[in-house]
């Protein structure tokens, strides 16, 4: 039997059953969502067309997480539904052996690697940040890393005009990520190389920026080594090495976050 026959045959089985079963539990976990988003609904203006879409931006990552066990029971099935009919037995006399067979399911195996490669690492990713913008600007909440809010840490060098010069350790606490890149209840503390708190800013809102953030409504205290100096400022740029990409990690679900870092 000719290779590219037997290749078709096997390949529009297993396809066909991984299909399946792909579409059988992404259906159940889409219901699943549904339904618990039904208990936000009418938070802000948040609807229930609106959950139903917010479900729908939630498929890639479920599709990230199941698409190998469905690969594996959809494989499954068409073989032994291949070795029922005894399709798989007509197909070993026809000169098919286990090393052939073997090398087109890995061909297949490889395929199924790259595509959940690529959702992984690239489409599920920026369809759960777009799914938590979404919900986060219909229902009007936007809270970081639980009540306490966001924290980050940051090192660089002290600017030019920054005294004393040398290494800078800032920690910033975020207590609201909104869509855009937009923050309210930013607070950073700022520390010299031996740990000594120099800066303490407290702003109402900030923007993200590449290399400098762009803080609102700002008190700045400025701490020496005998007192300290307050000051209010309208606006304030912040110099930062932090990047606008870190907040998408606060806009994503914990669970969906830590299950794809493994």
């Not at 976990?29 to 229930?48: K, P, Q, S, T, W």
């Not at 090393?99 to 061909?107: D, E, K, Q, V």
Request: charged content about 20%.
């Amino acid at each position: 039997m000719a290779l590219p026959t037997v290749r078709r045959l096997l390949y529009a089985d297993v396809l066909g059953a991984v299909a399946f079963v792909t579409l059988a539990f992404l259906s159940l976990f889409y219901f699943i969502d549904f339904v618990e988003e039904l208990d936000d609904v009418g938070r802000g203006a948040y609807r229930v067309q609106h959950a139903a879409l917010y479900c729908l931006l939630e498929l890639p990552g479920h599709f990230y997480e199941l698409f190998p066990i469905a690969v594996l029971i959809g494989t499954i099935y068409a073989m032994a539904r291949l070795a029922q009919s005894s399709e798989f037995t007509i197909l070993r006399t026809g000169g098919l052996g286990p090393g052939r067979a073997l090398s087109l399911l890995a061909a297949l195996g490889l395929a199924f690697g790259l595509l959940t490669f690529l959702v992984g690492d690239y489409g599920a990713p920026w369809f759960d940040a777009k799914a938590a913008s979404f919900r986060g600007a219909l229902r009007g909440d936007g809270s970081a890393g639980g009540g306490s809010g966001a924290w980050l840490k940051d090192r660089r060098m002290a600017g030019p005009d920054e005294s004393p010069p040398g290494e800078r350790a800032d920690s910033i606490n975020i207590g609201r990520v909104r869509p855009g890149g937009r923050l309210e209840d930013v607070r950073i503390f700022e520390f010299d190389g031996d740990g000594r708190l120099l800066v303490r800013i407290e702003a109402a809102r900030g923007k993200v920026g590449d290399g400098r953030w762009k803080l609102e409504q700002v008190k700045v205290t400025e701490i020496g080594r005998d007192s300290a100096t307050v000051s209010s400022q309208k606006d304030y740029m912040w110099a930062s090495v932090l990047q606008p990409s870190i907040l998408t990690v606060y806009q994503v679900a914990p669970v969906r976050c830590c299950s794809r870092s493994w």
